[in-house]
């Protein structure tokens, strides 16, 4: 068992901030050499901080050959902990950032599409009108496990069983409500005329759906079984919310969306939602954090925000017709 190495008298004077980075960037390039260049550093300088760092630590930290370097168990452990440390001084900076101006500062957060397309804009319009100050970046690529890297604040998800297995024990989920899945088409459709709809009827319709293993289409499956039919033809695939939404309106396609989907693009587009029951399964709607990490005042106060309106952005709005009769 190796021996603890003490703080004072080893890391605290021979390892620094400086040496870390350097070690960062070459795992990031997979060469001294590029990570030389990309630091304005010579190769030997590289080598030699990596090689006072393995002879600190006592391990190999990479292995090398005439290709590059490829980082070791022992770097990987050193790396996971170096991205946090150089994660919580970017947030340091950034919380006394916003100590100087406290409506200052920058929020990153992951989601897929029919988080961007539902109840998200409504939240995120309040919050830019009363804090102008502080900048957004919402990027849909972001997933739970990119999270670790730290390549966002939060990640907002829709859980099922189908995203089993993409959290551990490192990351916090929260649940802030609880979506469903609804049967939508255009205003102008042929089948939103009818005052009554069976579910034979719909076997013909040209169907938009995600992809045959998604959440969406494995529930329009079921219906289709439960009610002894075979499961309809799919006439155009794809996950897009803006096509879905868009084709709808424009023809007599028939489409599945979240219920938040379709309450903020109802009016928008001209949609609405068939008499068609879908089997009641709860989609909850989840933030997910990074434990032991501590968030920037700004992110805090959009997940203030966030948990505050939340449910009034995703309750059903009365149509305009509705309100005037009121």
């Not at 930290?61 to 005439?66: F, K």
């Not at 961007?116 to 319009?125: D, K, N, Q, S, Y």
């Not at 289709?224 to 996950?239: A, N």
């Not at 489409?255 to 709860?282: D, H, K």
Request: glycine share 6%; proline share 6%.
């Amino acid at each position: 068992m190796a021996k603890p190495l003490d703080w004072k008298s080893r890391l605290g004077r021979r390892l620094k901030l400086r040496d870390l980075y350097i070690f960062v960037a070459v795992d990031q390039h997979g060469s001294m050499a590029k990570a030389a260049a990309r630091l304005g550093m010579s190769q030997p300088s590289v080598s030699e901080v990596v090689a006072n760092m393995e002879h600190t630590l006592g391990v190999k930290l990479l292995e090398r050959s005439p290709k590059g370097v490829e980082t070791t168990r022992y770097g990987q452990a050193l790396l996971q902990r170096a991205r946090a440390v150089f994660d919580e001084l970017n947030q340091a900076v950034r919380d006394i950032e916003f100590l100087a101006d406290p409506t200052v500062g920058e929020v990153w957060v992951g989601c897929p599409e029919s988080i961007a397309a539902g109840f998200l804009p409504t939240v995120i319009r309040d919050f830019v009108r009363d804090y102008p100050g502080i900048a957004l970046h919402v990027d849909q690529m972001i997933t739970p496990p990119e999270l670790r890297a730290r390549k966002a604040d939060f990640v907002i998800v829709r859980l099922n069983r189908l995203a089993e297995g993409q959290f551990g024990d490192d990351l916090g989920v929260e649940i802030l409500f609880d979506d469903e899945i609804v049967v939508a088409a255009g205003i102008h459709s042929r089948w939103t005329r009818r005052r009554k709809l069976g579910l034979a009827e719909l076997a013909d319709a040209q169907w938009i759906q995600t992809s045959a293993d998604s959440w969406g289409a494995l529930l329009v499956e079921e219906m289709f079984r439960t009610g002894g039919l075979e499961k309809p033809r799919t006439s155009v695939t794809t996950f897009s919310v803006h096509l879905r939404t868009n084709l709808a309106a424009m023809g007599d396609f028939v489409t599945i969306m979240p219920r938040s989907v379709l309450n903020l693009n109802a009016e928008r587009f001209g949609l609405r939602a068939l008499p068609v029951q879908l089997a009641a399964r709860p989609w909850p709607v989840a933030l997910v954090t990074l434990k032991n990490r501590t968030l920037s005042p700004p992110a805090a106060l959009f997940l203030e925000r966030l948990r505050q309106n939340v449910h009034s952005a995703v309750a059903p709005q009365p149509s305009k017709a509705k309100s005037a009769r009121r």
